[in-house]
């Protein structure tokens, strides 16, 4: 099973970022999202496509429509520049599987 | 706050057997949720390796299966990490962390800081 993301993003600080993640049937699947700052463990941002753990920002939002499931930021900063993951179950092949992951740049 | 460290040693050698050991602390495993592993190749994404439940319960990747086995002392919080055979391809910062919720598909809520694994002779 295969999560497609765009390898990059680039946002002005203040703007919207959309990070979009696809794969076959997704919209029957569970999908999380998970933030990756350099050098440091990944964070949970949004969980069950739409949840957020407590202390992450509701700026991070969660959505899916159709074959995409979408990360959005709200009101960029320059602290969200990282790298963002998506990820699913895949009940067919009994196994985690991570996106490629996009790199978002604050400009 | 659960924590959790990830200690092993930083290099191993081709075809050796990669051992790491994750310390939890605030939570006891016995407690319930699952807890898995995921590893990291330099500049790459992530890659599942598996989850488990303290009862003994283990999900693992189907590529790494073979190669796998994650185990847990529940006396010391501690679970560990062995991978055998391994090749370059092993080369990577190794990742515990506790689930979410208490199911073998939920995502990674609390991560270790990662440990960096290279293989080489």
């Known amino acids: 099973y295969v999560l497609t993301q765009p390898p990059s993003v680039s946002e002005a600080p203040g703007q919207t970022a959309t990070i979009t993640c696809g794969g076959s049937n997704i919209e029957r699947k569970i999908v999380h999202w998970y933030q990756q700052r350099p050098g440091q463990a990944p964070v949970l941002v949004v969980h069950d496509d739409t949840d957020r753990p407590s202390g992450i920002p509701e700026r991070f939002s969660g959505s899916k429509s159709g074959k995409l499931a979408t990360l959005t930021i709200s009101r960029v900063e320059a602290g969200d520049e990282a790298d963002y993951f998506c990820?699913?179950?895949?009940?067919?092949?009994?196994?985690?599987?991570f996106g490629g992951g996009t790199k978002l740049t604050v400009l | 706050q659960v924590q959790l460290q990830e200690s092993g040693p930083g290099l191993v050698k081709p075809s050796g057997t990669l051992s790491l050991t994750c310390t939890v602390s605030n939570y006891s495993i016995n407690n319930g949720y699952y807890w898995g592993w995921i590893r990291q190749s330099p500049g790459k994404g992530l890659e599942w390796i598996g989850n488990?439940?303290?009862?003994?319960?283990?999900y693992y990747n189907p590529s790494l299966k073979s190669r796998v086995i994650i185990s847990v002392d529940t006396s010391k919080n501690q679970f560990s990490l062995n991978l055998s055979s391994v090749t370059a391809a092993d080369t990577a910062v190794y990742y515990c962390g506790r689930l979410l919720a208490g199911n073998y598909y939920s995502p990674i809520h609390y991560w270790g800081q990662g440990t960096l694994v290279t293989v080489s002779s």
């Open positions: 488990f439940f303290h009862t003994g319960k283990t």
């Open positions: 990820q699913v179950w895949d009940t067919s092949g009994g196994l985690v599987v």
